[in-house]
């Protein structure tokens, strides 16, 4: 074998070696996109109504369906799972207009928007209500588990 022969077939070697380093990289970049592409991002927001009636609500405003794992509400260091026993200990059930209660491994898709919990107040005169709120989620593409917290 001629030296330029030697040489075509180092090039060649050298050339598939960097495209199976490039289509590895680009697999890598690919599975990375495609994780960000389906995030869910939760998110809660609260407003007193014209009714005198303040609302928290609980919104998917991300680009995936989330799978809501765990909802924790916490009163005085105490964790409940339901409205009705964190409002009972916080003595506001009979404030309450209206609440949500969600399932551990609930779907919750993209822009659903749900009344988390509504309570009878003064806006004039707003009291926090010393409700801790811990939602764990994540997405339907990967297991990371994302944690919303609110306190009101």
Same mark, same amino acid.
């Not at 799978?67 to 059930?93: F, P, Q």
């Not at 919990?117 to 010393?130: H, Y």
């Given at each position: 074998?001629?030296?330029?022969?030697?040489?075509?077939?180092?090039?060649?070697?050298?050339?598939?070696?960097?495209?199976?380093? =490039?289509?590895?990289?680009? =697999?890598?970049?690919?599975?990375?996109? @495609? !994780?960000?592409?389906?995030?869910?991002?939760?998110?809660?927001?609260?407003?007193?109504? /014209?009714?005198? /009636?303040? !609302?928290? +609500?609980?919104?998917?405003?991300?680009?995936?369906?989330?799978?809501?794992?765990?909802?924790?509400?916490?009163? @005085?260091? %105490? /964790?409940?799972?339901?409205?009705?026993?964190?409002?009972? &200990? &916080?003595?506001? #059930? %009979?404030?309450? =207009? @209206?609440? /949500? +209660?969600?399932?551990? @491994?609930?779907?919750? #898709?993209?822009? %659903?928007?749900?009344?988390? $919990?509504?309570? %009878?107040?003064?806006? !004039?005169?707003?009291?926090?209500?010393?409700?801790? =709120? &811990? $939602?764990?989620?994540?997405?339907?593409?990967?297991?990371?588990?994302?944690?919303?917290?609110?306190?009101?």
């Amino acid at each position: 074998m001629s030296r330029s022969e030697k040489i075509t077939q180092a090039g060649v070697v050298v050339i598939a070696v960097c495209a199976v380093v =490039v289509s590895v990289w680009q =697999v890598r970049i690919s599975q990375q996109h @495609n !994780r960000v592409s389906v995030m869910p991002y939760l998110n809660v927001f609260s407003s007193w109504q /014209t009714d005198s /009636t303040w !609302r928290l +609500n609980l919104m998917n405003e991300g680009i995936g369906p989330a799978i809501i794992k765990s909802t924790e509400l916490t009163y @005085n260091g %105490k /964790t409940y799972s339901h409205w009705d026993a964190v409002l009972d &200990a &916080a003595g506001l #059930r %009979k404030d309450r =207009v @209206n609440s /949500t +209660n969600i399932s551990n @491994n609930s779907p919750f #898709r993209i822009d %659903k928007e749900i009344v988390f $919990i509504e309570l %009878k107040g003064d806006p !004039r005169n707003p009291k926090p209500f010393g409700i801790d =709120v &811990a $939602i764990k989620y994540t997405s339907i593409y990967d297991g990371e588990i994302q944690t919303l917290k609110k306190s009101f």
